[in-house]
T-cell receptor
Framework: GENVEQHPSTLSVQEGDSAVIKCTYS??????FPWYKQELGKRPQLIID?????GEKKDQRIAVTLNKTAKHFSLHITETQPEDSAVYFC???????????FGTGTRLTVIP | KAGVTQTPRYLIKTRGQQVTLSCSPI?????VSWYQQTPGQGLQFLFE???????NKGNFPGRFSGRQFSNSRSEMNVSTLELGDSALYLC??????????????FGSGTQLSVL
């Protein structure tokens, strides 16, 4: 089955700096890679996703890159703000399949 | 549209008991998936229901079961509870058509504590 590894487990950055979270996956058949943000005590919410037919996708301060050959993908947050503080989860799966395989999460703290 | 609703929000049970959790998907969504979230383990897939049928299953023991009703509401049951079952149980809904733009929407979860 699919195995997703996520690093680092914790990350602290100064406000305004960039944050990068990296994930690797094992199943070459995976073609859908979403990222979820979970604030303390709240539900995970999809913030961005990428499919294997593209290498990069941006949405304002958030970008995700995918290297299908190396089986890794990354989340980049620029100009971080205190409200970016949360746990971020990467996941891998197949388009339309609801059995996503999640990484173990990265706790991001943005220091004002 | 109302979001995914899970009840109850918190549950405390003792070992050996059984528990039933409920999930109401977003109106019009026909797929409901269940995930277990524990500290350090991330989210682990339990099963998915679509049109009252289990469409996919994760690697959990048979003590974990579920069902879906004709109105797409889903329930998850855990029998003979163990201490290790303490976790946040999340359900997620999606339209279920398995199209390329289908996304999962999560509920707030049920926090289960087994004593």
């Amino acid at each position: 089955g699919e195995n997703v590894e996520q690093h680092p487990s914790t990350l602290s950055v100064q406000e305004g700096d960039s944050a990068v979270i990296k994930c690797t996956y094992s199943d070459s058949a995976s073609n859908y890679f979403p990222w979820y943000k979970q604030e303390l005590g709240k539900r995970p919410q999809l913030i961005i996703d990428i499919r294997s037919n593209v290498g990069e996708k941006k949405d304002q301060r958030i970008a995700v890159t995918l290297n299908k050959t190396a089986k890794h993908f990354s989340l980049h947050i620029t100009e971080t703000q205190p409200e970016d503080s949360a746990v971020y989860f990467c996941a891998a799966g197949r388009t339309g399949a609801n059995n996503l395989f999640f990484g173990t999460g990265t706790r991001l703290t943005v220091i004002p | 549209k109302a979001g995914v609703t899970q009840t109850p929000r918190y549950l405390i049970k003792t070992r050996g008991q059984q528990v039933t959790l409920s999930c109401s998907p977003i109106s019009g969504h026909r797929s409901v998936s269940w995930y277990q979230q524990t500290p350090g383990q991330g989210l682990q897939f339990l099963f998915e229901y679509f049109s009252e049928t289990q469409r996919n299953k994760g690697n959990f023991p048979g003590r974990f079961s579920g069902r879906q009703f004709s109105n797409s509401r889903s329930e998850m049951n855990v029998s003979t509870l163990e201490l290790g079952d303490s976790a946040l149980y999340l359900c997620a809904s999606s339209p279920g058509s398995r199209g390329p733009n289908e996304k999962l929407f999560f509920g707030s979860g049920t926090q289960l504590s087994v004593l």
